[in-house]
């Protein structure tokens, strides 16, 4: 960045290239790599996936241009950028907690995107090792079920991780960074696609594929579709101002149109070539498309175990996902620290103390994976719904009502962050370019030579997205049910009430009979549905 240029405080980017390495580095992340892939499997595939990039181009393009837009014309941090184009536009200064909400949903989302980092730092080490050389599905299941069942190890990585950013971020985002991403993200796909070519090889190339593209709608749940917008915004770093901070560097010559879809489209390529590198391999050895955030650490290192030279190219996949998630997690802190900056604070004490509040709050999803991971935050049955429901009564209803499903604090912060915070960002974020915004302002910032596909953004921004967000918002809350109502059994089997109102200790009592079998809870081994194990097939 160099400061001369334009009067953002912090700086400007040096050219369009750097601007898109940069956006593009916030946007390819551990969200294309491990999440995409893991959410595709556990939601079905195909439809989903559909739905996804429907999702991506719809909704998730449009808005990072009105991001952008946002943040060049502000030129701060995102708080202080819609509280001036607020005035400008002559409404509430209040917008600017918009911005709030959004370094808020930056910093929870490091709180566990740390966590994970961490494991893929933890998988250079092993890769390194030579530990999966020849590996089958179950060496490889061990040695993650080794790592997530011990909380000191996660800890350590989750620590060095996050002291990187904290470093990267408190210097400003220096060249340093930029170069690294110059190299690192070419880097990244090439192994990418070296790793879909060891897929082709697999034998189940085709049925890994049909998962991931195969559409069946019936498949797509109401909780999917929600899911998938969230990732959505998740993947393309929108929704929480990651984007609006860096636009806010953005020179203003550069078109934010073009410049916006090279970025989506670099996202959603890198995010399809991790699936396809990673499914065939989870049908070639019978492993579950649905084992959870445990699928990518469970399914490429047996693939990098099977090639020639897989100890080299293994290590340097997992250190490029460690860089991958590096440039991400930096934009997550980014807007929260700016707007410290133009406070007052200096920038590394700014970051020191997010990075530390961020670290601590980290501590609960290492936690959810192992000593807690039966302490369900919210837990949700067809017929009602809890929080904080301790491990003895979620054990029980677990047994007796299959149905029920409960987060832990990792998969809360998760679920918080990517489909209730950024969606409703988004959602804000197109009202206001589309409603609040002067719509001279508006199209001088775009400067889009085409006055017809300015007016269709204008429509998406407007009226489209929004809808469109609000509508998938009602129809997973079950407010808006197109065609059958989902059915809702009655039962006391499948009601918390029913086991929270027990006082401790007979949670678990006998007396609760699964309708489908006489045995008593007692006897039915507990569901640790947390931490994912793959099951062998035979
Ligand atoms: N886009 C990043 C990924 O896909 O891994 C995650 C992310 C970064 C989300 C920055 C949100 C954000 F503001």
């Known amino acids: 960045m160099n400061k001369d240029s334009n009067n953002s405080v912090h700086g400007i980017w040096g050219s369009r290239w750097i601007f898109i390495l940069a956006a593009t580095g916030s946007a390819v992340g551990l969200g294309n ?7 595709a499997g556990e939601n079905g595939g195909g439809a989903f996936v559909l739905f996804y990039l429907g999702c991506i181009a719809l909704i998730g393009v449009p808005v990072m241009m009105a991001e952008i837009l946002i943040g060049r014309r502000g030129r701060m941090s995102p708080i202080n950028s819609m509280a001036k184009l607020a005035k400008e536009a002559q409404v509430s200064r209040r917008w600017g907690y918009l911005g709030i909400i959004g370094a808020l949903a930056g910093f929870l989302i490091m709180s566990f995107y740390s966590v994970v980092a961490g494991w893929a730092l933890y998988y250079v080490y092993k890769m390194a090792s030579g530990a999966f050389v020849g590996a089958s599905g179950e060496t490889a299941g061990g040695i993650w079920q080794a790592l997530t069942s011990d909380p000191l190890t996660l800890l350590g990585w989750h620590t060095v991780f996050t002291a990187l950013v904290v470093v990267v ?3 400003g985002v220096n060249r340093g960074l930029e170069l690294a991403v110059r190299i690192l993200m070419p880097l990244l796909f090439l192994l990418l696609i070296l790793l879909v070519g060891y897929a082709l090889t697999s034998g189940a190339f085709a049925e890994g594929a049909a998962f991931l593209f195969n559409f069946d709608a019936s498949k797509l749940s109401t909780d999917a579709a929600l899911v998938a917008l969230g990732h959505a915004f998740f993947t393309l770093s929108l929704g929480m101002g990651a984007i609006m901070a860096y636009g806010a560097y953005m020179p203003h010559k550069v078109s934010i149109g073009s410049t916006t879809l090279v970025i989506g489209f670099l996202d959603t390529l890198v995010a399809l070539a991790a699936g396809l590198a990673i499914f065939p391999v989870v049908f070639a050895n019978g492993l579950e498309p649905a084992a959870g955030p445990g699928l990518m650490f469970q399914t490429l290192p047996i693939a990098f175990g099977g090639m020639p030279a897989g100890v080299l190219f293994g290590t340097l996949f997992f250190v490029l ?15 929260a620290v700016a707007w410290a900056v133009e406070k007052g604070f200096k920038r590394w004490v700014a970051t020191v103390a997010v990075g530390i509040a961020a670290w601590t709050l980290g501590i609960l999803s290492v936690l959810s994976l192992n000593d807690w991971s039966g302490f369900k935050v919210i837990v949700n049955t ?9 491990s003895a009564t979620w054990q029980a209803l ?28 988004g959602l804000f974020i197109a009202i206001f ?38 509508l998938v918002f009602a129809y997973s ?29 007979e949670a678990v ?3 609760m009979v699964t309708p489908a079998s006489d045995v008593p809870v007692e006897e039915i081994p507990a569901q640790e549905s947390d931490v994912p194990v793959l099951e062998e097939q035979q």
């Not at 790599?33 to 959410?39: D, G, L, S």
């Not at 067809?382 to 301790?390: H, T």
């Open 33 to 39: 790599i491990w999440k995409f892939p893991y959410i």
């Open 321 to 335: 996902v460690v860089f991958a998630a590096w440039s991400s997690a930096i934009s997550l802190l980014e807007p």
């Open 169 to 171: 971020v408190a210097r």
């Open 398 to 425: 677990a047994a007796a009502c299959t149905s029920a499903t409960g987060q832990t604090w990792f998969d809360f912060f998760d679920y918080l962050t990517s489909s209730i915070m950024l969606p409703l960002g």
């Open 509 to 511: 009592a006998p007396v």
């Open 433 to 470: 370019v589309g409603w609040v915004m002067k719509e001279t302002h508006v199209r001088k910032e775009l400067a889009m030579g085409n006055f017809k596909l300015y007016l269709v953004w204008r429509a998406v921004v407007r009226i489209f997205s929004p809808l469109a967000i609000l």
């Open 382 to 390: 067809p017929n009602d719904w809890g929080l904080f429901v301790d």
């Open 477 to 505: 809350t079950g407010l808006w049910k197109p065609g059958e109502t989902v059915e809702v059994k009655a039962g006391a089997e499948c009601e918390l009430a029913t086991y929270a109102a027990m006082p401790e200790g």
